[in-house]
């Protein structure tokens, strides 16, 4: 049971249907998508336009009452019923009980088929009855516009308030027409209209998170491809090194046991003791010379990453044995802005860096060659990369709409300060806020929220055309 707007593509749901079921029953293929699934029906039953006749004596309702008692006749469980303005044709109200009747029978009988209506207690029928499933033509509120999009499992509204306020009908014929239908109906549609949002909403949502976790997951794979190849590496090199002691060790071993042999044969024999001495400290400086010990030469030490060793300044000549007095170029131990020291007092000084005045240690004060009196070209930035850069993705995913409706004031007062920020910093120039009729509530809060915001010089109802007073239009500064 197909709902939704007029002109929202509901008859071209319920002809894409029908046309697509008749192209495959003929032997043609449908254009669908590969994992698509089709049945194969006995009879097709059609009930689409308007067969009234003047010669056969048949009005519009009384033309789709013959095709519902055709219908009722012949259809069995094999059988596909596709009927457009179901119920249509007569008095609203005896029509929508025929239709929900004839409905009841339909699903009695076991037929497949679908049906669009504009009725509300068939859409409640749907919605209480095993065997029957409500649908919905998607419509966008704001830009007042079909998506041609079908919902399944929730009916839907009729927009017929909203589409009535966009033809610019007059505000006085639209509210007594309200009071007239009484506000049951306005509510009930109101909530179809609200179902609609929400379900927008927390797709936009889910896919958004989809997006995120596969995002994490790639991640996470990287991450964990180059820690075992961190540790493989690393294993590599403990054993290479190891080999390499041992070789060393084994060296070292052999020539001392040499040397011993020497010692022993010479019977402590001064100058032939120290010549074998001799020739073991030269055997070591050769082995040291080979392998590179010492020399930064050994493979293993230059496969290993380099820290990189800060270079450090050369001081003013005097300044590494002179103390620090009032007037001295400074910097602070790991920092590179210069100071000006103000004062000395025992071991501590007081030192100004710009526009921070500090009392340090005088053993953390080195001196510098650098003037801290001379204006930097460029103001320090104490922005950092990741910073940086989630900065610039927030500029790029930034939207110039935000929808706060069905928030409570103080949440979306909240969302709304974030938002005005980000705009005012992206110079976005131009903003929309969505916070819908209702009470007025929630738009005047925001109003007055916006008369306190310095970055804001106007704001204003949008167009009636594209949402009227359930926007707010903010030009910024």
Same mark, same amino acid.
């Given at each position: 049971v197909i709902s939704g707007p007029n002109a929202g593509g509901?008859?071209?749901? %319920?002809?894409?249907?029908?046309?697509?079921?008749?192209? %495959?029953?003929?032997?043609?293929?449908?254009?669908?998508?590969d994992n698509s699934h089709f049945g194969i029906f006995s009879d097709i039953f059609v009930d689409i336009g308007d067969d009234q006749s003047i010669e056969d004596d048949l009005s519009t309702y009384s033309s789709h009452l013959r095709n519902m008692k055709t219908i009722v006749g012949n259809g069995?469980?094999?059988?596909?019923? %596709?009927?457009?303005?179901?119920? $249509?044709?007569?008095?609203?109200?005896? $029509?929508?009980?025929?239709?929900?009747?004839?409905?009841?029978?339909f699903v009695d009988l076991g037929l497949w088929g679908v049906v669009t209506t504009h009725y509300q207690n068939l859409k409640h029928f749907a919605e209480d009855t095993d065997g029957l499933v409500n649908?919905?033509?998607?419509?966008?509120?704001?830009?007042?516009?079909?998506?041609?999009? %079908?919902?399944?499992?929730?009916?839907?509204?009729?927009?017929?308030?909203?589409?009535?306020?966009?033809?610019?009908?007059?505000?006085?014929?639209?509210?007594?027409?309200?009071?007239?239908?009484?506000s049951d109906y306005v509510n009930l549609d109101k909530y179809l209209l609200d179902i609609a949002r929400d379900r927008k909403y927390w797709e936009n949502k889910r896919m958004a998170i989809r997006q995120k976790e596969k995002k994490l997951e790639e991640a996470l794979r990287r991450y964990e491809e180059e820690a075992e190849t961190l540790r493989s590496q690393r294993r590599e090199i403990i054993g290479e090194a190891r080999q390499e002691a041992r070789k060393i060790l084994e060296g070292s071993n052999a020539a001392i046991e040499r040397?011993?042999?020497?010692?022993?044969?010479?019977?402590?024999?001064?100058?032939?003791?120290?010549?074998?001495?001799?020739?073991?400290?030269?055997?070591?400086?050769?082995?040291?010379?080979?392998?590179?010990?010492?020399?930064g030469g050994n493979e293993?030490?230059?496969?290993? #990453?380099?820290?990189?060793?800060?270079?450090?300044?050369? #001081?003013?000549?005097? +300044?590494?044995?002179?103390?620090?007095?009032?007037?001295?170029?400074?910097?602070?131990?790991?920092?590179?802005?210069?100071?000006r020291v103000l004062e000395v007092s025992g071991k501590r000084a007081t030192v100004v860096f710009g526009m921070l005045k500090t009392t340090v240690d005088t053993a953390?004060?080195?001196?510098?060659?650098?003037?801290?009196?001379?204006? #930097?070209?460029?103001?320090?930035?104490?922005?950092?990369?990741?910073?940086?850069?989630?900065?610039?993705?927030?500029?790029?995913?930034?939207?110039?709409?935000?929808?706060?409706?069905g928030m409570r004031?103080?949440? +979306?007062?909240?969302?709304?300060?974030?938002?005005?920020?980000?705009?005012?910093?992206?110079?976005?120039?131009?903003?929309?806020?969505?916070?819908?009729?209702?009470?007025?509530?929630?738009r005047q809060a925001i109003r007055r929220y916006l008369d306190t915001v310095a970055g804001v010089a106007s704001y204003r109802d949008e167009h009636v055309q594209f949402g009227g007073a359930g926007i707010t239009v903010v030009d910024l500064a």
């Open positions: 509901k008859s071209v749901c %319920l002809k894409t249907v029908g046309v697509l079921q008749y192209m %495959l029953q003929c032997g043609l293929l449908p254009p669908v998508h069995r469980p094999g059988s596909l019923v %596709l009927i457009d303005e179901f119920g $249509g044709g007569t008095e609203p109200q005896i $029509g929508g009980a025929i239709a929900q009747a004839i409905l009841h029978r649908g919905s033509m998607l419509y966008d509120r704001h830009l007042m516009q079909p998506l041609f999009r %079908l919902s399944i499992g929730n009916p839907g509204s009729s927009f017929a308030v909203e589409i009535a306020r966009k033809t610019g009908l007059p505000q006085e014929i639209i509210r007594e027409a309200e009071e007239i239908v009484g040397t011993i042999r020497t010692i022993r044969e010479a019977q402590a024999d001064r100058e032939r003791t120290q010549e074998a001495r001799r020739k073991l400290e030269q055997e070591r400086r050769q082995m040291e010379s080979a392998k590179g010990v010492g020399s293993l030490l230059r496969r290993a #990453p380099k820290a990189k060793k800060p270079k450090p300044e050369a #001081p003013p000549a005097g +300044a590494a044995s002179r103390p620090i007095a009032v007037g001295d170029a400074v910097k602070l131990d790991g920092e590179g802005t210069p100071g953390r004060l080195r001196h510098t060659a650098a003037d801290p009196d001379r204006a #930097p070209s460029r103001p320090a930035s104490f922005v950092s990369t990741a910073t940086a850069d989630d900065l610039r993705d927030r500029q790029l995913s930034f939207k110039r709409d935000i929808d706060v409706r004031v103080d949440e +979306a007062l909240q969302a709304i300060t974030y938002f005005i920020d980000d705009a005012v910093q992206f110079s976005a120039g131009r903003v929309r806020i969505l916070h819908g009729t209702g009470t007025g509530a929630l």
